[in-house]
């Protein structure tokens, strides 16, 4: 329980976040040569997508073949010959703002689906996915007559035809992310979102079809594993940009190796967040507690391993377990809750294994007491103590709302700590010494680096990984030349 000791029998009034104004179909097709069409062969074969705040299905969504990819590869080479890259760059341009701006406009409704189908909080859909992706592609659509003042006598030339393949914990804005640039350097594409977390790609198909873009330019197609090798897979496919976990990233590598496909890999994330004594403690804990908790810790550079300075650990894992307690758990369409739902059955399974074979490695473990919804799948912030370095909980991947804390006595030590995992995507640091901060960023290998603050996101900002968390960068400057010849 809380020091505090919280009277916890009272509760916010609900507030619940309006859905009236949502579309939803009751099927939804691949949206392939700019129209919705069928899945090929005699018996179309369509999954479910849930509702994991209470396991109900909301849509049936139609799965993509080998034959269907092939489709979609065709439909886009055939928009890329034709129409993408004839067109001149201000008018590539003027299409990708039109995106944005229509995105900007349809923000709440976009948001609404993104909680309903993934399970995040609706103030997270709403103040951080949404405007992120229109950001995205304002951002990109700024660069697309600009390449050659970018990249001055090198004469850029786009690839052709992307293939791309996103995660369930950032549905849109992982389609933003992937979709903006390459568009902007005058790729055509063929993107497929995850299972589980399908619904705002198909909605941004409606909205691009909207948008009249060229049909062809933008195919979306929806599927699990299996359509997403066979876009890798495909021969026509001049770039595979991936996003997911690093065992699939593994395999995409081998796949494409000995071929000419250019491949970008952004994969897992096992990210120290590191506060230092002479920190602002208040304002560390909620980087803490925004690095870990938010978005259910489904989050590929999620804050997930803490480090300590030994001096404050006791007042900051007081601190810390005060604001846990205040955190509310529950339906993600509520404006107060602060952690949604868990996106499947599959990862909330995942999580619970990880939490046992943390208790079982002999760590100490702790959860906020906050109450649970009955139905769908809920995980409460956890948090272990007493934590090695050899501990599995503290070396794996667990896309989970569960904190490791080990403490450190100096700077030194905690860079070796803290570089002693495979994966290399983010860290942060918190310290009132700027000397301390360069130093960090300069020795600890990952990617992107947060100082006195997490999870802060910019398109004009790189993003990306070293060592198992992947290669290659998405954002700002960076990302164009991912899509690029010269
Ligand atoms: P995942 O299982 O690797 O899936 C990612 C995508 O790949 C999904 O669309 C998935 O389809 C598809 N896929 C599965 N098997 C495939 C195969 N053999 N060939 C081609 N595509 C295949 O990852 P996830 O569980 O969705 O997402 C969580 C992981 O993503 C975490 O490890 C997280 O760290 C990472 N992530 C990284 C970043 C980053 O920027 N570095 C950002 C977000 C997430 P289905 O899901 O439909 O089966
Ligand atoms: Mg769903």
Request: aromatic content about 10%; charged content about 25%.
């Amino acid at each position: 329980m809380s020091s505090l000791n919280f009277n916890t029998n009272w509760q916010y009034a609900e507030a619940p976040e309006n859905q009236d104004h949502i579309e939803l179909k009751e099927q939804y097709e691949l949206f392939i040569g700019g129209e919705f069409v069928k899945p090929t062969g005699k018996k179309p074969v369509y999954f479910d997508t849930i509702n994991p705040a209470n396991n109900k299905k909301l849509a049936s969504i139609a799965e993509a073949s080998t034959a269907d990819v092939d489709k979609a590869v065709k439909s886009a080479r055939n928009a890329y010959d034709k129409y993408w890259s004839k067109m001149p760059a201000k008018d590539r341009g003027k299409y990708i703002y039109r995106i944005a701006r229509m995105l900007q406009e349809r923000a709440r409704e976009f948001a609404v689906i993104e909680s309903l189908d993934g399970g995040k909080a609706i103030r997270e859909s709403k103040s951080v996915d949404i405007p992120l992706a229109a950001a995205h592609f304002f951002y990109y659509a700024g660069w697309a007559d600009k390449l050659d003042y970018a990249y001055p006598n090198r004469k850029p030339k786009p690839l052709g035809v992307a293939g791309q393949i996103i995660p369930w914990n950032f549905p849109l804005l992982m389609a933003a992310w992937k979709i903006a640039p390459a568009l902007a350097t005058g790729n055509t594409i063929v993107i497929k979102p995850a299972e589980t977390t399908s619904l705002t790609a198909l909605k941004l198909a409606e909205l691009i079809q909207e948008a009249d873009l060229p049909p062809g330019v933008v195919n979306i197609i929806t599927g699990a594993g299996a359509t997403g090798a066979a876009i890798v897979n495909h021969p026509d496919v001049d770039k595979i940009a991936f996003t997911g976990s690093t065992s699939v990233g593994k395999i995409i590598q081998r796949a494409v190796a000995g071929t000419n496909k250019k491949v970008t890999l952004e994969l897992g994330g096992k990210a120290a967040n590191i506060i230092f004594e002479d920190a602002t403690i208040d304002q560390a804990v909620e980087g803490i507690i925004n690095g870990i908790y938010f978005n259910q810790g489904h989050v590929c550079c999620a804050g997930s391993r803490l480090f300590v300075q030994e001096s404050v650990q006791e007042k900051v894992i007081r601190k810390l377990k005060d604001r846990m307690e205040t955190l509310i758990v529950g339906d993600p369409l509520d404006k107060n809750t602060d952690i949604g739902a868990i996106n499947s059955r599959e990862q909330l399974d995942t999580i619970q294994n990880y939490i046992k074979i943390g208790k079982k490695e002999g760590a100490d473990f702790y959860e906020s007491s906050c109450p649970l919804p009955k139905k769908g799948n809920w995980c409460r912030p956890t948090l272990f103590t007493n934590t090695s370095q050899s501990h599995r909980i503290v070396q794996e991947e667990i896309f989970g709302p569960v904190l490791t804390v080990q403490s450190f006595r100096t700077l030194d030590e905690v860079i070796d700590k803290a570089n002693n995992t495979y994966y290399g995507l983010s860290a942060g640091v918190w310290t009132d010494k700027g000397s301390k901060i360069f130093k960090l960023t300069s020795k600890l290998k990952a990617g992107v680096i947060w100082a006195n603050t997490y999870n802060k996101f910019d398109p004009t900002s790189p993003f990306g990984g070293y060592k198992e968390s992947g290669f290659g960068r998405e954002g700002g400057l960076h990302g164009l030349s991912a899509y690029l010849k010269f």
